[in-house]
């Protein structure tokens, strides 16, 4: 209940935007976003406890598969996006600015199948130790 109340904080916080739940792929991350695809994500902040992406990509562009741990996507631009997931599901998804989603830790392939470019960021959430 308490991560539930931390999620709507943060989601009031980035101007409200649907929580989208995108629990389908509970498979592990073959490999880190910044190595398979170091021109569509640039780090914007690190610390101990969180990873802050910011991704982009162009029309048409792909991005190969890749993954992240339990994270918070915010829309920084109106998009659409085919989303193939490590289990094979694949996800057609549209968001706009100031949408907040979370996306419990996966792997995925992404498309851009919009006339808009891509850009969001993702909050990647560590583990904890006290």
Do not use: C
């Not at 308490?2 to 709507?8: C, D, E, I, N, S």
């Not at 398979?36 to 914007?44: C, F, I, L, N, S």
């Not at 969180?50 to 920084?76: N, Q, S």
């Not at 392939?109 to 904890?128: C, Q, V």
Request: overall charge positive; cysteine-free; proline content about 7%.
């Amino acid at each position: 209940m308490k991560k539930l109340a931390q999620l709507a904080a943060l989601s009031a916080a980035f101007g409200g935007g649907a929580f989208v739940n995108w629990a389908v792929a509970q498979v592990p991350a073959p490999a880190d976003p910044l190595t398979v695809a170091p021109a569509h994500y640039k780090v914007r902040f690190e610390n101990d406890r969180v990873r802050v992406l910011e991704g982009f990509d162009a029309p048409g562009e792909r991005i190969a598969m890749h993954g992240h741990p339990d994270t918070l996507m915010v829309g920084l631009s109106s998009f659409k996006r085919k989303l193939t997931l490590g289990n094979g599901r694949v996800i057609e998804t549209e968001s706009k600015p100031g949408d907040v989603r979370w996306m419990p830790a996966q792997s995925h392939a992404g498309e851009n199948t919009g006339s808009t470019e891509t850009r969001a960021l993702f909050i990647e959430f560590k583990p904890h130790s006290r």
